[in-house]
């Protein structure tokens, strides 16, 4: 990876960000002040500012920013200027729900392919995608120009998996599975482990109990 | 909240640490160093002992941790030594696929009920709960004791549903909707926005790119 470092909390930040953005073009604002974006996202207004300083000056002291530009400059830096292909690894019941959710294709994201080792799964459709075997990965990886591939197979399998991704020439893992996964260094791992986000809550519903 | 101050991505660990033990525990371990946890999940030594070293020295030095002593330590901390009661809003199918995911019951989290307003969803069975109307929200919350409130609603109505589950009095919510909510200082919030998740992965991969 290169150099060029943002702190994760502030790429989710922009991501949420650019969604206020997107809701007041389809409004029809043409400007908005970082308090404006502060209050609309419940984010404090230094905090956005201080995000929005990661990629230089580009409001008007007194005017605020144009919604449009900064849209479309937020856009770029996340690489929402274009689509991104992936594919998804175990299509049990979080990988079939993660294939019909629409949230993913709107961003620019496309669930290309759905892979499992499931005969009686293998075959099923998921609105538009066919559910196919495992052995399938290295083909559709490369003949759908795969991005990204997500892993929502049981956490005995899921480095195994990671690993015929890697090989297949993938650079971006989503990991739901609650394994640690090892990815060379210029891959791209992000986790996503729904039961640790229930226990950090329980963590902290435990404190108020002691 | 309490000022027991414990850093979020330690949280996240502890709870990796103690799926690790436990599987320690199943293949008749008795005791385990830092070096063999940090092996096991992928972290650095120096970490396990740095997050371990929160809650005192428990490790005899050259011996190490003994497993199932750490593991009750562990889960305790997270709040898992006790079942936690929660209840699902909005049985689409991303709420649907929570409702039967098998790993919140492993864990203590007890799915006791799942609402929507689509009439042709109220009724349906997922496994064995029926989805009902979010009329009977504060109803459940009370009689089942409910804990933590999962929010997978459409972001227009979150806030709405967020504010109701509080007022029946919820604690702990796991909002799953691209919307940044606002709760009061009691309640603990924890987001999970699929969507951002893979945001972080395009800006990463973008990163590459330019």
């Known amino acids: 990876m290169k150099a060029y470092k ?11 960000y650019s ?14 002040s970082s308090g404006e974006i502060a209050e609309g996202v419940g984010v404090s207004s230094a905090q956005v500012r201080k995000d929005l300083a990661y990629f230089g000056e ?18 770029k830096i996340l690489g929402l200027d274009r689509q991104w292909n992936a594919i ?35 075959g099923a459709r998921l ?16 003949e759908q120009a795969i991005n990204i591939g997500v892993i929502t197979v049981p956490a005995s399998v899921a480095q195994e998996v990671t690993d015929q991704l890697i090989q297949a020439g993938v650079k ?20 996503v482990d729904l039961s640790v986000n229930l226990e950090v809550l329980s963590f902290n519903l435990a404190l108020n109990h002691r």
Chains 1, 2 share one sequence.
């Open 19 to 32: 969604r206020f953005l997107h809701q007041l073009m389809l409004e029809g604002s043409e400007t908005v």
């Open 127 to 142: 609105d538009g995608i066919e559910v196919e075997a495992l052995g399938k990965l290295a083909e559709r990886v490369k």
């Open 172 to 191: 971006a893992i989503l990991n739901f599975s609650p394994r640690i996964l090892k990815v060379p260094q210029d891959v791209v791992l992000r986790n």
């Open 88 to 122: 998804i690894i175990g299509a049990g019941k979080l990988g079939s729900a993660l294939a019909l959710y629409q949230g993913f294709a709107d961003r620019g994201f496309n669930i290309k392919a759905v892979l499992d080792i499931n005969p009686q799964i293998i």
């Open 58 to 75: 580009f409001g008007t002291r007194g005017v605020g920013y144009k919604v449009d530009e900064l849209y479309g400059y937020i856009m």
């Open 6 to 16: 943002i702190p994760e909390a502030t790429v989710m930040r922009l991501s949420i």
